[in-house]
């Protein structure tokens, strides 16, 4: 009989995650993508009237981006591939390491990054006039939820990346769909089924969050926070349903399509 | 779950095909393999690249799946007891692979902590002469020292099974003298070890068992001398005018640029009388040479396609006659 125990082994997971997170420490550009560059959204909560929700709805929105995009996305998306092409994957997996052991622990690293830096974005942001999240346990949920969809995007992404170098055309498809709701919220008059549609898209439904979970603000035009801690969960459904919509899609994707060494 | 039919194999493979790719691109790398490897023997696995040797360990080492046939690895299935068995086989794959940017001692550090009941990094280390080098990163270590590390993860859970893919490709003489000590070493502690080589020497010094395969199947199985056995040995020299070549025992002549070749089932034999005429006719037999069966002449002939016991693979067609105009 197979147990958990069996299946995923915690310990040798976080044993894993901190060789990678001490390999990625020992590379510089990988390093500052998964580590510094999403502080620098923050520097936009100096910008505008100190405290106005709309601008720090934006900065949160982009820092979410960022962290999504870089030490989780592009981050785990270059270490799978550059390790498969190493031939360590295929290496570690002739040991004991387990498959979803091998994939939490690449993860790992800029997970936490990213978990770390959202919590960090709550104190900064109030100290620079803004108010605290409306709704804390969905802004955490959503923190969650974001880490997992975009590892999974890394995951799918991987099966056609050839190389490290070549993830940086392959990741072009899914940083687009993530910014492309964010980019264009701030577009006044689109049409009601062109915003509709971008709705659906994972930086949308990101955005979205931000926007009702942190700052209560009600709508894409809304500038005041209106939103009660109960009426943000009804509103959260959406987002939160395209986003389980999205991590579902790459989750399956990600496991037919999984290839652990590198093309012949 | 189906329990080893023979609890004597550490290894038992019964009509393992392996093909890649689909429809008209597809190839098929093993043609129905038979594999025993005896519990305690050092097994080789010996073949020419492209034999098909790498497509076979990768499904006994649970990697890849088999198109057909089945395999039992210590009695388990190396897919669905994949756990259970990665306790106690150790691999070593054909190519390395590590991270360039730890050093050796926390490769081992790192590998260490995958390992239900591992060995202590330190003697690791020592076991594979690696001490000077433990603090280099591992992008810094030649290609020797990388396979060293490697053999350390491989052995590090003290297994039962070790598979080992050409492990001596690339290293010096003197590395590879040294695994050989330790491969033996390690059947000498009880352990099972299956071998992969193109090395004739390695294989035949090292092994208990020999299984030789070619194109996709194998096709002799044995110790190295009685796969041996059944060929002739071979008396040559630099042809000259009026030697006698329908000695006793000879089987074959060959002709072969300056030199005269006779292939004899009775070397002690022909060679007397060969020696007798010389002797008699005071004749220099230049470039004399004779030797015994060796691994040598059976594997070549066996790669050259020149063994009566290996057919063609099937899907290399002979041009029917005619089919050509």
Known sequence: MTTLADRFSLRRTLSLARWNAVLLSRNRLAFVYAAVLPLLPLALLFTGERGAPSVGAGAIVTMFLVIALFPVYYNVLSQFVSRRDELVLKRMRTGESRDAELLASIALPGAITALVLSALAIPIAAALGQSLPVNPLLYAALTVLAVIMFAAFAYWTAAWTRSAEAAQLTSMPIILIASIGPLTNSIPDMSERLRDLLSLTPGAAISDLVRIGWFGLDGPGAEEATLTFAETWSQAGRPLLVIAAWTYVAVVLARRSMRWEPRA | ?325
């Open chain 2, 1 to 325: 779950m189906t329990n080893n039919p023979d609890s004597t194999s550490a290894v038992w493979v019964r009509g393992l095909r392996r093909t890649y790719g689909q429809g008209a691109s597809a190839y098929e790398a093993v043609r129905g393999v038979d594999l025993d490897v005896p519990v305690g023997s050092i097994t080789a696995l010996l073949g020419t690249n492209g034999a098909g040797k790498t497509s076979t360990l990768e499904v006994i080492e649970g990697l890849a799946p088999a198109t057909a046939g089945e395999i039992r690895v210590l009695g388990l299935d190396p897919v669905a007891d994949r756990a259970a068995l990665r306790r106690r086989t150790g691999v070593l794959l054909q190519r390395s692979g590590f991270s360039g940017d730890l050093t050796v001692r926390e490769t081992l550090r790192m590998w260490s902590a995958t390992v239900t009941s591992p060995r202590s990094v330190d003697e690791m280390l020592a076991l594979l002469s690696l001490e000077q080098r433990a603090d280099v990163r591992m992008l810094a270590l030649s290609g020797g020292e990388t396979r060293r590390v490697d053999l350390a993860c491989t052995l590090m859970g003290s297994p039962e099974l070790v598979i080992l893919d050409e492990p001596t490709t690339g290293l010096d003489p003197e590395s590879r003298r040294e695994v050989w000590r330790l491969v033996s070493g390690l059947r000498d502690g009880g352990a099972t070890v299956l071998i992969t080589t193109h090395y004739l020497e390695e294989a035949e010094t090292l092994s208990d068992r020999l299984e030789i395969m070619h194109a996709g199947q194998i096709v002799r199985s044995g110790t190295p001398t009685a796969i041996a056995a059944g060929h002739p040995s071979k008396i040559s020299f630099v042809s000259a005018a009026g030697v006698p070549e329908d000695l006793a025992g000879v089987r074959r002549v060959v002709h072969e640029r300056d030199r005269t070749t006779l292939e004899t089932d009775a070397l002690q034999t022909s060679l007397s009388d060969l020696l007798a005429w010389a002797a008699h006719n005071r004749v220099e037999l230049d470039g004399l040479d004779a030797r015994s069966p060796s691994l040598e002449t059976v594997f070549l002939s066996i790669a050259d396609g020149r063994d009566p016991a290996v057919s063609a693979p099937q899907d290399i067609e002979t041009p029917k006659e005619g089919a050509l105009r």
